[in-house]
């Protein structure tokens, strides 16, 4: 499986943005996938998770009711809406997946990884 992470950018404060994670491989929709995000100095940290059905989805309390993850399975993508952003948000952003768990919020359960999207969000 290869990732491919888009769509960050620099954002105002209450502001949106879509992330997108392109994968590839005959496992990738079959793979549960997640995004994690590392902010400059601190450890890299979950964001969200999704099944590789689409039907179960998991959130860190930080982003609830402001982040959706959802996945085309036919089109191999992975997207992270974002709406309400705020500064703490601001960070590179990661997008991962394995076909081994059903889901998982530690860097350590998932094999495969794109390069990051850097989103800045400006107060």
């Known amino acids: 499986v290869q990732l491919q992470a888009s769509g960050g950018g620099l954002v105002q404060a209450g502001g949106s943005l879509r992330l997108s994670c392109a994968g590839s491989?005959?496992?990738?929709?079959?793979?549960?996938a997640a995004w994690f995000r590392q902010a400059l100095g601190k450890e890299r940290e979950f964001v969200a998770a999704?099944?590789?059905?689409?039907?179960?989805?998991f959130y860190t309390d930080s982003v609830k009711g402001r982040f959706t993850i959802s996945r085309d399975n036919a089109q191999k993508l992975v997207y992270l809406q974002m709406s309400s952003l705020k500064p703490e948000d601001t960070a590179v952003y990661f997008c991962?997946?394995?076909?081994?768990?059903?889901?998982?919020?530690?860097?350590?359960?998932?094999?495969?990884w794109g390069r990051g999207t850097l989103v800045t969000v400006s107060s």
């Open positions: 999704i099944t590789r059905s689409g039907v179960r989805t």
């Open positions: 491989g005959d496992t990738f929709s079959t793979s549960t």
């Open positions: 991962a997946a394995d076909p081994g768990i059903t889901m998982a919020t530690l860097t350590t359960w998932y094999r495969y």
